[in-house]
């Protein structure tokens, strides 16, 4: 199919699950209130379950989750809805599936699964002729590892040619994460100092104060280096560090994206912090004694022109002191220590929960003496609102046929080579203390440049 086809019918495997409860729904309401969905919605799971079931979890999904149920897009959500219960190894779900697509010729379908069923759904699509003219989008990790995810991408390709493959890291759809891209090339005061030059270091947090919720099992597959470096960090590093995409075709900034990732030496084993926070153990879905990382920090170097010698700080934990992503860019100092002293030139882009830009400078401070002192100036600050969230982005995306906000395979690979070194460790994790900015190692990690700036009060 052309990219320009638009999707006649969105069906979604995994209806009851988790995903589908935190992102799908509310994304479908905010599509259906803006009019971006009006296609039949299919939801498949099995359950035992029959439509009003479904409903009334959307009902709850959205009340939790979409701000609110909204009566109107709810009811024509309801009247788009319907619901194939059955086992996805069986293909009569799958024939059920086609009649409930009817004369629906491009369907475009989500696998929000587990993606060890990713081959039997993938193969019983085909075998029931609902994957002719259709679209799939599948959810990260793509794979375990590289070997995995070329595995997968084979297993996708026997079925799906790739331009029907919509890959989700929903941090491309963020409308923070794409405004770096806009605010590094669009403003002639940043635009000309953003390399090796000027800039110290980078470093992006991504902390959560609240743990695995009920994701145990899930977690013990992945890790912190899998769930989120591999994938939503990576691609922050990308939008970055990459070079001036260009305006002429659609692809240039997966282009470039890969290129980053390409240039990204694989992991140093000596370069990275794993911790586990105090009880994670504990938690339903986790083996005792397990060693997997609910924290990982890591220092990556870019190999390129713009970025030699520039040091890119990453950390991501579970239960730390607040939920925020961040990126800290901060400048090289200027040589009269004594007016310029401290860690305080630097822009702060907060990517969530609220979209925030920040540059940090310094001032004279008032009195006799000639010395400077910290001040932040606020640039921005968007609260979350009733922007497009980043998974109504994506699926009114993929409905439209457009990959530009998507992985591509040849990225996904890329950033596997870059962490494959620090998958599964043998050395023992590190444990730090809910509430705790992770292991004390981390801290060494960033000593050298001022330390992580992004939990530090202005000095
Ligand atoms: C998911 C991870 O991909 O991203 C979760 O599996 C993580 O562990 C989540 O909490 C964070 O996404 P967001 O959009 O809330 O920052």
């Not at 794409?178 to 953003?194: C, D, H, K, S």
């Amino acid at each position: 199919m052309t990219d320009t086809i638009r999707s006649d019918a969105f069906v979604f495997f995994g209806a009851t699950g988790d995903l589908a409860y935190k992102k799908i729904f509310p994304a479908l309401q905010g599509m259906i209130r803006r009019g971006h969905l009006d296609v039949p919605i299919i939801g498949v799971a099995k359950q035992g379950w029959g439509i009003e079931q479904l409903r009334d979890r959307i009902r709850a999904s959205l009340t939790e989750h979409g701000g609110g149920v909204d009566e109107r897009a709810f009811t024509k959500l309801s009247e788009r809805l319907a619901y194939v219960d059955g086992d996805y190894n069986d293909l009569e779900t799958f024939r059920q599936l086609s009649r409930k697509l009817g004369d629906a010729k491009h369907p475009v379908h989500y696998l929000a699964i587990p993606p060890s069923l990713f081959p039997v759904v993938v193969q019983n699509l085909a075998a029931s002729g609902s994957a002719k003219g259709a679209r799939v989008i599948i959810e990260k990790p793509f794979g375990r590892d590289l070997a995995s995810a070329r595995q997968l991408n084979r297993t996708l390709h026997e079925v799906f040619d790739e331009s029907a493959i919509f890959r989700i890291d929903h941090y491309l759809g963020k409308e923070a994460v794409q405004n770096l891209v806009v605010f590094r090339f669009a403003n002639t005061f940043l635009e000309p100092v953003w390399n090796r030059n000027y800039i110290e270091s980078i470093q992006i947090t991504m902390a959560e104060s609240f743990g695995v919720q009920g994701r145990g099992s899930f977690y013990e597959e992945a890790g912190a280096i899998r769930d989120v470096v591999q994938n939503h960090l990576l691609s922050v590093v990308g939008f970055l560090a990459m070079e001036p995409p260009a305006t002429t075709y659609n692809e240039s900034i997966r282009d470039e994206l890969v290129k980053v990732f390409r240039q990204i030496a694989p992991l140093d084993v000596n370069n990275i912090v794993r911790g586990q926070f105090d009880g994670y153990q504990r938690e339903p879905g986790v083996k005792p004694g397990s060693n997997v990382e609910t924290f990982a920090a890591m220092r990556l170097d870019i190999d390129s022109w713009r970025w030699a010698d520039v040091p890119f700080f990453i950390r991501a934990g579970k239960c730390m002191p607040v939920t925020e992503t961040e990126v800290m860019v901060d400048f090289k100092r200027p040589p009269i220590t004594k007016l310029a002293r401290g860690t305080d030139n630097y822009v702060r882009l907060r990517l969530t929960p609220d979209l925030k830009i920040a540059l940090g400078a310094r001032v004279k401070r008032p009195g006799d003496e000639m010395v400077g002192e910290p001040t932040e100036l606020s640039l921005l600050e968007q609260p979350k609102g009733d922007e497009v969230g980043a998974y109504e982005r994506l699926l009114g995306e993929a409905i439209d046929g457009d990959p530009a906000l998507f992985s591509r395979q040849d990225a996904v690979e890329a950033a596997w080579k870059v962490v494959e070194p620090a998958l599964d460790l043998e050395k023992a994790v590190e444990p730090y203390s809910r509430g705790s900015w992770g292991p004390a190692a981390c801290d060494l990690m960033t000593r050298d440049v001022g330390g992580w700036l992004s939990s530090q009060p202005l000095r």
